[in-house]
Nanobody, 122 residues
């Protein structure tokens, strides 16, 4: 089992920044991909960003490219999501996910955190 705990969410004005953290514990050696997803009310959970833990290779959804940056600190088993230039449509619950499947659909993620709320106001 892998246990994930997100933190860093909050309320921010449009154009502002937030940094989310995801701390992993347990059998972390069983996963090599860490991802961030988000879910807005009434919508499906959607892929935001992903990082391959050993190589550092990253992948982003088109909607966040150039604004969000995913990074990792393997010594701390922690993944970060730096979010700049936040927009109203970035509002949602942000979830950290861990797994081994390169598919970006949420159903392919093996482990989830509890989520952290991000609210962007005008």
């Amino acid at each position: 089992q892998v246990h994930l705990v997100e933190s860093g969410g909050g309320l921010v004005q449009a154009g502002g920044s937030l940094r989310l953290s995801c701390a992993a514990s347990g059998r972390t050696s069983s996963t090599y991909l860490m991802s961030w997803f988000r879910q807005a009310p009434g919508k499906e959970r959607e892929f935001v960003a992903r990082i391959h833990l050993s190589s550092g290779i990253t992948h982003y959804a088109d909607s966040v490219k150039g604004r969000f940056t995913i990074s990792r600190d393997n010594a701390k088993n922690t993944v970060y999501l730096q979010m700049n230039g936040l927009k109203l449509e970035d509002t949602g619950v942000y979830y950290c996910g861990a797994g081994q499947n390169w598919n970006t659909e949420a159903r392919f993620v093996d482990y989830w955190g509890q989520g952290t709320q991000v609210t962007v106001s005008s």
